[in-house]
């Protein structure tokens, strides 16, 4: 085999192995980038969102309980509609969320809680009715269910802690599919040239057609993946700040219901209000947190950022009908030389 004909086939070679490469990156950018999506957006997102609403909607249900004691209003309707309406979202919630995504023993133990605590209000009520009256029977019942409620709250925001919002498939993706495209071009390129130097011709149409296709194949799939990668960073942020609008809205409740029970608690008993010392302190909470409506809207643009972000097939596509085109038009390129050399002797090779 003459020099030349064994560098041809040393850059078809290599035309072959950077088209690979490039394309084979490009559809596991694609991979990665759509199954993280479809996780985040289907499963995890979802799960982050009930989770985080489910202690907002305990902590706002506890509050108005004990507000129902306070103001007597237990008397005609026990702990109140609302406390019944945040009580059935919580159970909602955690319901999406076991549907939704592996937990663990940590829900259930939430759900065994969330019974629990229910039993107990339903107790305090009970025994109110009977008492007329906030008595130190019912006020202890309170306190119990206090208990349970920061008991549930525990849990739940342990649950929670364990959901991970995987938004690194979208970091720098468009970096990385220059990476993978660049040597394919510079191969391509460099083929070029070294064909017109040793052959003195004019440029390779072939050549310039899967130039053409390579280019065009990296300018538009890095646009493409950028744009999918920041809609998935964007959507996780928007999740992350409605995960803390959540929060905020819990230290409320949470700082509502201490101040209420607190002022339940008998006046002429100093010791009962060492003993509940922890289910009194109030957290820092803003004075005004996002409202429910504001979330929820945050909520929707952050399914919205997702959507974006999981359309991606055209990324899958690229890769595939680019890999063939530029396998095709390099073997076109350069079969004309191979079959120019395949018989010329050693001897009258260049």
Known sequence: MSTTRRALWALLVSLVLTATTACGAAWWLYDRLSSTTETVRDRTGPAVQDLAAARSALAEAHREALTAFASGQAGLVGPGERYQDRIAAVSQSLTRVASATATGDRLQVAEGLLIAYIGAVEQADANHRVAGGPTRVVV??????????GQVLDELDGVLAEQRLDDSAGVRVGLWWWLGTVPLLLALVGTQVWLGTRFRRTLNPWLLAATAVALAFAVLGAGWATAAGTALTEGTGTLRGTVVAWEQRTRTHVA??????KSLLPADCPRCAVAVADLTAEPVAPADPTSEAAITADGRAAAEHFDRAADTGRLAWAAGGAFALLLGLGAVALSRYLLEYRFRPRGGAR
Do not use: F, I, K, N
Not at 140 to 149: F, I
């Open 140 to 149: 202890a019942d309170l306190v119990y269910a206090a208990r349970l409620s």
């Open 256 to 261: 509502e219901g201490a101040r209420t029970l």
